[in-house]
């Protein structure tokens, strides 16, 4: 057999025991004559010394450098005292190298792999990714979500749902997203799109009477990219029939909160999982997927300065605009310099300007201090709760910039001042979206999240006449500033699902001409039903602290959507093109 057992997993226990090993070449040391080997496979890396006078062993362990591959058989042996290494798990023993045979040697490789990798180029790490998969750091992310997964599975199955596999080639339809899409050679000019997510195929599960499904399923949007996005991705759909939004939270929370003690114990979380409007979570934190390890909420002082002679205030509110302030600790700065800074990034928000006030051991200072009354600055620091050396920020102006504003500048303050917790995971639930939003470029009506999502019932009666105050049964989990995931209650009725297609501007023909599968279907008995999608990657983005998820995904694409390892995308033969019926214009 190549191996008894596995470098990172022996102990003291192990001490006498003859062990073959296998495994790469992670660091090499000659100590004139006597050499040491930290041997490294995926459970972790055990030290290998090879004695003078070992023969092949010692000429074998001469001839090993990084990266190499070996097979050895040895003997487990306590380290002398003064040699433990108590910063490894296998500190406390080494192995005598009695034989060693090289597997396969290596070049020495273009990318460093005994550090975390942060400060490697990335396109360098994404070009070797084989290798960059080899560090420590990226192996623990990989199986943390393989345990992850696996729970997930474990716990849906205990709970009756069945994982069901989906298609990855179906009909291109609106959803939020541009699709990639694949030429069909048998069918010229007709295209089939990569799924941006399952959405319509689980409703027609439940249209099955399948009642409960879920899937770990490959995603993929032809979007703009950032940290939290990858034009293809992993999420955890699930489904549910005779349910109500109630129904679906608990069961996703029950999931989230069995899971995060299992496979990262160090974690803490808040239970219950509190719930917030929509717009509520724009009212107090100016965005809906709000990070709620620390509070610093956003306070409408519009009543207190209604009647201020100050026309920074006074102007914005006369046109119907409010004042809304956040306040920060002293660590904040209220020097000229930091408060141009924050200005400047509220500004960027979309503010016009900001005013501040400061409370000192000398008094009240600020640019705000001489514009307001001593009534008026008193019954700001009631309203706020400010106290000797905070500062208070104020944007002035139409309440969803104010807030948008000043979400960004408490965001800022979070990482400048490292106030969230990073042990912590603050799950939230943001409810009653509004169900659409004005396309001012199409002028007309789309969709929040997807046009399947059922409007509150009290809302129908309004659908056609006020679709601005029509709010939808759709709902988010959102954590530490991400949203990790959007659900709804489905339409399950033809009669309502043709009545929002309308609403968004489809003709009834168009309608059926892009969804006639699901019309047709929801004639046939379809039952209410709902669910939603946690993202995978983006809950193991934060469960394993890392900045991206791209660090917890094997083999990612990077943000031009590009794949360096394979050089893709790539130029196809003109043989293939002709194929598929396809001309590339110039």
């Known amino acids: 057999m190549l191996k008894t057992h596995n470098c990172g997993e022996l102990r003291l226990s192990h001490a006498g025991q003859e062990v073959s090993l296998a495994g790469w070449v992670h660091r090499r040391r000659d100590h004139g004559g006597l050499i040491f080997i930290d041997l490294r496979d995926r459970s972790g890396l055990v030290q290998i010394t090879v004695q003078p006078g070992r023969g092949e ?10 990266e190499f591959v070996l097979k050895l058989d040895g003997v487990v042996r306590p380290r002398p005292e003064n040699l433990v290494n108590p910063n490894l798990p296998t500190g406390e023993i080494e192995v005598l190298a009695d034989s060693i ?33 080899r560090r420590a750091r990226l192996q623990e992310n990989i199986i943390l979500r393989h345990k992850t997964i696996k729970f997930i599975r474990d716990y849906l199955d205990r709970l009756g749902f069945l994982e069901i596999e989906t298609p990855m080639m179906i009909k291109s339809t609106p959803e939020g997203a541009r699709d990639y899409v694949v030429p069909s050679r048998l069918q010229p000019g007709r295209f089939f799109a990569l799924p ?8 027609l599960l439940m249209v099955a009477g399948y009642e ?41 929370e029950g999931l989230v909160t069995a899971l995060i003690p299992v496979v990262t114990p160090h974690k803490r979380i808040f239970e219950p999982f509190p719930r917030l409007s929509y717009a509520e979570a724009m009212a107090r934190f100016g965005t809906d997927k709000p990070d709620l390890r620390f509070g610093m909420g956003i306070v409408d002082i519009t009543d207190t300065l209604r009647r201020s002679e100050a026309r920074v205030f006074a102007e914005p509110i006369a046109s119907g605009g409010t004042v809304r302030a ?34 000192t051991a000398e008094g009240v200072k600020g640019t705000a201090a001489k514009l307001l009354k001593d009534s ?86 309004i659908l056609e006449t006020d679709p601005g105050a029509v709010l939808s049964d759709a709902y988010d989990l959102v954590c530490n500033g991400y949203e990790l995931s959007s659900g709804s209650i489905r339409i399950h009725r033809r009669d309502i699902q043709a009545r929002i297609f309308r609403s968004l501007g489809y003709s009834d023909e168009e309608a059926y001409r892009r969804f006639g599968h699901m019309l047709d279907a ?43 390892m394979f050089d893709a995308p790539s130029e196809l033969d003109p043989k293939h093109l002709r194929e598929l019926h396809l001309q590339i214009l110039e």
């Open 376 to 461: 008026e600055v008193s019954e700001i620091v009631r309203r706020l709760e400010a106290k000797q050396g905070d500062l208070a920020c104020m944007v002035a102006g139409r309440a969803d910039v104010a807030s948008k504003a000043l979400g960004a500048l408490r965001l800022d303050f979070r990482d400048r001042l490292n106030l969230a917790p990073p042990d912590l995971l603050a799950f939230a639930w943001v409810i009653d979206f509004p169900m659409f939003e004005w396309d001012e470029e199409e002028k007309h009506w789309s969709f929040i999240h997807h046009p399947f999502t059922m409007p509150k019932q009290e809302h129908l009666d």
């Open 522 to 564: 929801f004639e046939y008995g379809a039952p209410p039903h709902g669910g939603m999608a946690p993202g995978i990657d983006r809950l193991i983005m934060l469960l394993a602290d890392e900045p991206n998820i791209r660090e917890v995904i094997a083999f990612p694409k990077t943000a031009s959507a590009a794949d360096l």
């Open 57 to 66: 062993a010692h000429s074998v362990a001469e001839k090993a450098r990084g």
């Open 326 to 359: 956040i306040v920060a600790p002293s660590s904040a700065g209220s020097s000229r310099k930091e408060v141009d800074t924050m200005t400047d990034l509220v500004k960027a928000a979309g503010a016009k300007a900001m005013a501040t006030l400061a409370w």
């Open 101 to 133: 045979e090289i597997l396969n040697p290596a070049k020495a490789p273009p990318i460093p792999l005994d550090d975390d990798g942060y400060r490697t180029d990335e396109g360098q790490r994404l070009k070797y990714r084989y290798l960059d998969l």
């Open 196 to 203: 941006q997510s399952p959405q319509q195929l689980k409703q």
């Open 212 to 252: 409960r499904y879920f899937q770990i399923a490959r995603c993929m949007r032809d979007e703009d990219l950032r940290g939290d996005r990858q034009p293809e991705f992993t999420q955890l759909d699930l489904e549910m029939s005779f349910v109500d939004r109630d129904d679906v939270l608990a069961v996703v």
